[in-house]
């Protein structure tokens, strides 16, 4: 089933070109959340789960962020059950170096042998030829960063991976590995009240490298009734996690943010944020709420 996301909400986020030729939609969505508890196995409602990624995609949605580890691989083979063969325009951003022994377990595994297998089921899980964006999901510290991400270059150059990027890094270790190989994207843990990647986030932005911040609402801290933007929200006439998205999407215009549901109504909520204008006031008045 091939499903458009020609038109839809999330098209009013703007455009971002990933490694500067693959545009996406600034808003995208992340896949983490369809898989069990713990992150873990099967979804509780697997229908549901298909349900949300197909109207994700209805809503203009066209950057979908899994990985490997999650599930493991029932994430990856959810989105190929509901989406494959996929729209020309959609992407599918995948991640590995994260070994799971179970829910809630996750390890550093970054052996070139290890990534280059979990690749290779990656390839395998989501029916593709090539994964448009494979990203590094934790630098393994008993492994030289040479090794990791240099076995993604090789796998780039064997045309199975065609862009490269990295997840939870420190500027430093952003700067050694684009020493390496072009690195097109970061994803580390950023929101409205949880800043600590700023200094990534400032050189991403001055060197055009794409931000993908994940837990973008802060595991649903930002959206609950009676938190931190439920005032602003209400007076705004929309709902708290639009305004911490909208927000994200104000602060840079690398911003990529992939808030991710397991049920379509809160999708549905999450995608119109594209729609949410931020005056100059609103802005500082949220970015003040973080500080």
């Known amino acids: ?4 996301s020609a038109s839809g909400p999330a098209q009013a986020s703007g455009v971002f070109s990933i490694g500067g ?15 069990g508890a713990g992150v873990w196995g099967e979804p509780k409602d697997r229908p549901e789960a298909i349900r949300v990624l197909r109207r994700a995609v209805e809503l203009g949605v066209n950057l979908i962020d899994t990985a490997d580890s999650y599930g493991p691989f029932v994430s990856e083979q959810l989105i190929r059950e509901a989406l494959h063969p996929y729209a020309d325009d959609v ?6 170096g994260f070994a799971r022994t179970g829910p809630g377990e996750w ?31 934790r630098i393994d510290p008993r492994v030289p960063l040479a090794d990791q991400v240099g076995e993604l270059a090789r796998l780039r150059e064997e045309g199975k991976i065609r862009h490269i990027g990295l997840s939870e890094v420190t500027v430093e270790q952003l700067r050694e590995a684009r020493e390496i190989v072009e690195i097109v994207s970061v994803q580390n843990l950023y929101n409205l009240v949880n800043r600590k990647a700023e200094s990534v986030l400032d050189y991403a932005t001055a060197e055009g490298i794409a931000f993908i911040p994940w837990h973008p609402i802060a595991t649903g801290q930002l959206a609950r009734p009676g938190g931190p933007l439920d005032t602003l929200a209400k007076q705004r006439g929309v709902a708290p996690a639009q305004l911490a998205l909208a927000w994200l999407l104000r602060r840079s215009p690398v911003m990529l943010p992939i808030p991710g549901t397991s049920g379509v109504a809160h999708l549905e909520e999450n995608t119109e944020a594209a729609r949410v204008r931020l005056t100059d006031d609103d802005f500082e008045t949220l970015s003040a709420i973080g500080l």
């Open 91 to 96: 992407v599918i951003a995948t991640k590995g």
């Open 107 to 137: 390890h550093e595994l970054g052996r070139p042998e290890y990534l280059r297998q979990q690749t290779e089921l990656s390839l395998r899980h989501l029916g593709l030829e090539r994964i448009d964006l494979y990203q590094l999901h």
């Open 1 to 4: 089933m091939t499903v458009s």
């Open 21 to 35: 030729d693959l545009p996406v939609h600034r808003l995208g969505f992340g896949a983490m959340q369809l898989t």
